[in-house]
């Protein structure tokens, strides 16, 4: 169960890649909407990834779900915090977008 998760956090690296350049840019003019944003497209295309690699894409919740509780518990409150989507909307994102693939 820990790799299934560990590949859709991969996936959700991976999409970084398609967004470095505004990442950057982003966080250099720390703008924060705009890097809850692109996380938030980072979580698309590790969902429409993990569809194609036929895997199941609720295993990119779980894995939110554990980083963002990892990073709570073992951390606490990073500085960075709001650079990132809630749970809760990273959770609605990724339902709305399941449910556009029925």
């Avoid at 295309?45 to 993990?50: M, N, Q, V």
């Avoid at 895997?55 to 990892?70: D, F, G, M, N, V």
């Avoid at 960075?80 to 029925?102: C, T």
């Amino acid at each position: 169960m820990l790799f299934r998760s560990f590949r859709a956090r991969q996936a959700h690296e991976i999409g970084h890649e398609y967004v470095w350049q505004p990442f950057a840019d982003a966080r250099a003019r720390r703008d924060a909407r705009k890097l809850r944003e692109l996380e938030l497209i980072c979580d698309v295309i590790a969902l429409r990834t993990l569809e194609r690699l036929g895997r199941q894409p609720e295993r990119l919740q779980t894995a939110i779900e554990k980083t963002s509780w990892y990073n709570r518990e073992r951390l606490g409150v990073a500085s960075n915090e709001g650079d990132y989507p809630s749970l809760k909307e990273r959770k609605r994102l990724l339902k709305q977008m399941s449910l556009l693939e029925k």
